[in-house]
């Protein structure tokens, strides 16, 4: 009569092993890809129930191979408990990497825009800074004026200088503006105003009473630039102080030139009228 091992030593150990990895088998299921394994592992636990197993050394290779099938699915359970944990910090650090980009992204949107801003700002005050150049300069280029009829190219600082000393002239300051009209045929050796100054000068002199050196303004004028618009004027004006000062045959004698020279201008006319109201 065959008698069962359960007679002999417990099955219980066993059974716990069993059952551990009947549950761990249902709890992880899809973990062992081995069919063969599987398989066994059925055989194995119909042949217990069954008590089909008879000796103890056979118990004990079950047992151990159970126990090392039981090591192997909590072995592999375990590697996928870790995969899915660093895929989790994988996806965390991915999350964390692409919000660090975005941060940076709107940094960089910002420096962008901050850039431009100060780009904008800096190429308004370049703009405003060539127009104050270009004013400057355009102040500083010379200038078309009208003298007599005639289109000469002046300075600002001589315009202003000869505007300055006629505005003086008119207001009958005529020692100030004599100071004025000296300092500018210093300053502006040549300039296109020159004739124009030498008469102011004679005028003003005339006017502040110095006869004898405005007389010698008029004639500075007349010979040293004879076809001068201001000329004819020039002449009568000498003729003026020279009738003054008592030299009525040099008072004359302008006069004639005047009318030899500038037959055709005004201070002709006039001087042909002295001339017939001259005593001989």
């Known amino acids: 009569m065959r008698q069962h091992v359960t007679s002999k030593f417990s099955l219980r150990p066993v059974v716990l092993a069993l059952a551990v990895l009947s549950v761990g088998s249902g709890a992880s299921a899809g973990v062992f890809d081995d069919d063969e394994a599987r398989k066994a592992i059925s055989q194995l636990r119909a042949q217990v129930q069954q008590g089909q197993v008879e000796d103890k050394t056979r118990m004990d290779q079950l047992a151990e191979q159970l126990a090392q099938l039981l090591a192997q699915q909590t072995e592999q359970t375990n590697q996928l408990r870790r995969s899915l944990l660093d895929l989790n910090s994988q996806i965390e650090q991915l999350k964390a990497d692409l919000a660090k980009a975005r941060g940076q992204d709107e940094l960089t949107q910002q420096s962008i825009r901050a850039v431009a801003k100060d780009l904008a700002e800096h190429q308004r005050r370049q703009l405003d ?45 005529f020692a100030a503006a004599a100071t004025q009209l000296a300092a500018f045929q210093k300053r502006f050796v040549g ?88 005593p001989k």
Do not use: F
């Open 129 to 173: 800074l060539n127009h104050q150049v270009e004013e400057r300069l355009r102040k500083l280029e010379p200038q078309k004026v009208s003298l007599e009829g005639r289109d000469v190219t002046v300075s600002v600082e001589e315009r202003r200088a000869y505007d300055d000393a006629l505005a003086t002239l008119r207001s009958t300051d």
């Open 191 to 278: 300039s296109a105003y020159s004739g124009h100054v030498q008469y102011w000068l004679g005028n003003a002199l005339y006017g502040k009473g110095d006869v004898k050196e405005a007389a010698e303004a008029y004639r500075a004028l007349v010979v040293n630039a004879p076809d001068h618009p201001r000329a004819p004027d020039a002449l009568l004006q000498l003729s003026t102080c020279q009738t003054e000062l008592k030299d009525r045959r040099g008072a004359r004698k302008s006069l004639e030139d005047l009318i030899r020279l500038h037959p055709s201008s005004e201070a002709a006319q006039s001087a042909r009228e002295r001339l017939a109201a001259m």
